[in-house]
């Protein structure tokens, strides 16, 4: 039950290849879809003609924004055309604002004859000015939406204490200028789906997704439907990190079903993308601008912060407002700091959307605050940890926003664990002589530098600044003078972290029965209720309480003798604030995660490349609900943090991206993670969360590029404030560095 790693319940089906992800749905009379994109970062389109389309040997049907009842959706605020085209309602609906946007949906017999006639589908379009600098844009001299009045589609402050005296109390002041890249998903399962008219009569998609009820909110809008003639079903999902929390391909696949079944056509529909449509057609993690300054007295305590922090939203709002208020709050990091300035913005370009990925916002931040915590320790010439535990935030300190912190604050304990589980302060030991940065030939000793780095962070659980959170679930016991059966029925999706596993779990220590009993029903809009998103680590806290709640409530119906015994239960988490417009002042989370990571490396400083020998990652966990599953979240993050800060470079020029393709944006391949990383899984109950526990899954991810640049800084003396740290970025400034001559 809860502590004990219970095997994973998808684990037979992913294995053996029997599990339906949603590219493998393949019902009788399966017709095939391909989507048209605009391939336009900003553009009118004029005309479109479909006539050399429409008489392709095999074509069902086209659909355009003329076939959309209502041609908006989004996540945030609908301001997403479903379809870009010339019959649309919307205003601005035929202007394609990112090369993404989609103009039209092919419906034919075979996958074939859909790519034909899509590329038979003629287009004119009339250019407009590409926005592609959140700079310029900033100005407002091109408005990437004129309805909105303002390419600043969101901006935030923080104003606390004097800034005067905070500046006068600092003995030592470090500056930075960061910039941080794009991030692509690179989901193991492209966008892929299926959609129908079931049983019931009811518009019905089956996609993977981050959040059933909101997908299917989004569907029935775009459609004019009530939400109870739409259903959502979410299949076998491989990884998400985010990336699905918007929607791609979930309202035309139910716009080409209803449609169908209005002409008589009772066909199921099925599109399954390429990895480039994939790479082209979703958000990425937002790139970011940031200027700052942070001051400390000669003890090492901070006194003031100052920030301006920018994020590229993109081309539409998907979750960046969410974003920049995580960004805002997190870029002060977890410490203590009396008097500190903060503006943030979210702005609109031409770009690629910015959206979730995961930290939301978080990894962006700690990159800042934790290269400036360790600039500021190298400055007083102090130990970064010793540095840290002096400013750290504890109970009932106050963050930025002048609130105090829920209870349960525990990061001081956790920088100690990591640290003593690193060997902080000992020597490290000599870079191995078998490392190479090309296989085929031995290692150049002479230019290989050894460091040590150290950063840490926290991260809020579950969404927040006001956002009225719940989560639902419904337990049926049945059986005669003993439970035979369990039914849980939950509408969290599992994105391949094992939610649907924990979930079991938590029902038969709620319930006090084995976990053999528990059947479960999972993500299906049409039996369950709203569960929320699985995302900004939210889904084991607020499952549990809802599990919790259920099987309560279940037990009480079965003590009453009825039967089958049915037990519902919405819990709803105490309130969080938004920002005060002027001042920032807000309670703006439920609760944290806290987590300290060490980097050992080498760097080979004639080539630029970086190895990882180990991070050491202790994370604050609460309650281990499934110590396996915990460690996997951990090591998983890891790697994907390391492909964020050493590989991964995702280009784009003109609003186009230049490399849509896993051959050209290089994750992190077996040869290019950490050949050690130690999973510390610190337990120090979270008062608030059920059995004690936190949501975890995010944090790992938030320290390592701030780790990994003080580490390098540790081995070269050198620092760097952009990523990706490519070998081609790293010896260009190396060699920069090592042959200026101080003035």
Known sequence: MIGHTDSRIDAP????????????????????????????????????????????????????????????????????????????????????????????????????????????????????????????????????????????????????????????????????????????????????????????????????????????????????????????????????????????????????????????????????????????????????????????????????????????????????????????LMVAGPYEIPHAHIVSYAVYTNNPPGGAFRGFGGPQAAFVAENQMNKLAARLQMDPVALRQRNVLREGSLLVTQTPMPPGVTLSEVMAQCAATAGWGQPAAAAPHSYSPFQSLPAALAALRRGRGFACAFKNVGFSFGFP??????????????????????????????AHTVFRQMAAAALDVPAALITLDMSDTASSGDAGSSSASRMTWMAGHAIRGAAERALTAWANEDRPAVGHYRYTPPPTTPYAPETGVSMPNITYGYVAQAVDLVVDVETGHIYLERVVCADDVGRAINPQQVEGQIEGAVVQAAGYALLENLQTAGGHILNPYLSTYLIPGIMDVPRQVDSVIVELPDPQGPWGARGMAEMPFLPLAPAIVAALHDATGVWFDELPLTPDRVVARLSYCFNSVPQ
């Not at 109390?169 to 789906?193: M, N, S």
């Open 13 to 328: 089906a992913k294995v053996t290849g029997a599990a339906l992800f949603a590219g493998d749905i393949a019902p009788p009379q399966l017709l095939h879809a391909k989507i048209l994109f605009s391939g336009q970062p900003h553009a009118r389109l004029r005309r479109l003609d479909l006539s050399a389309a429409a008489v392709v040997p095999g074509v069902v049907a086209i659909f355009t924004a003329a076939d959309v009842p209502v041609n908006e959706y989004g996540l945030i605020m609908p301001d997403q055309p479903v379809l870009i085209g010339l019959d649309s309602a919307k205003a601005g609906g035929d202007v394609s604002r990112w090369e993404g946007d989609q103009v039209a949906l092919v419906v034919a017999e075979t996958e074939e004859a859909a790519a034909r006639a899509r590329s038979l589908i003629r287009a004119e379009w009339e250019p407009l000015p590409v926005i592609a600098d959140v700079f310029t844009a900033m100005q407002d001299r091109v408005l990437v939406h004129p309805e909105q009045g303002s390419n600043i589609l969101k901006r935030y402050q923080i104003r606390r204490g004097d800034m005067a005296a905070g500046w006068a109390a600092a003995d030592v002041v470090v500056t930075g200028v960061y910039r941080l890249p794009y991030q692509e998903h690179a989901f193991l399962q492209p966008e892929a789906g299926v959609a129908y008219i079931d049983e019931a009569g009811r518009v019905t998609v089956a996609a993977a997704g981050q959040w059933t009820h909101e997908d299917r909110a989004q569907i029935a809008h775009a459609l004019g439907l009530p939400a109870d003639q739409v259903r959502v079903i979410y299949p076998a999902i491989g990884g998400a990190f985010g990336g699905r929390e918007d929607l791609s391909i979930q309202i035309v696949l139910a716009l080409a079903a209803w449609r169908l079944h209005q002409q008589g056509v009772n066909r199921p529909v099925r599109v399954v993308w390429t990895r480039e449509e994939s790479m082209i057609g979703h958000h990425k993690r937002h790139p970011a601008f940031v200027r700052t300054k942070w001051g400390a007295d000669r003890d090492g305590t901070l006194t003031a912060m100052e920030t301006e922090l920018v994020l590229d939203a993109g081309s539409y709002a998907y979750t960046s407002t969410k974003v920049l208020g995580n960004a805002n």
């Open 469 to 498: 959170e719940r989560c639902e679930a419904t337990i049926e016991l049945r059986g005669d003078a003993e439970i035979e059966q369990v039914i849980l029925r939950h509408a969290g999706a599992d994105v391949g972290q094992g």
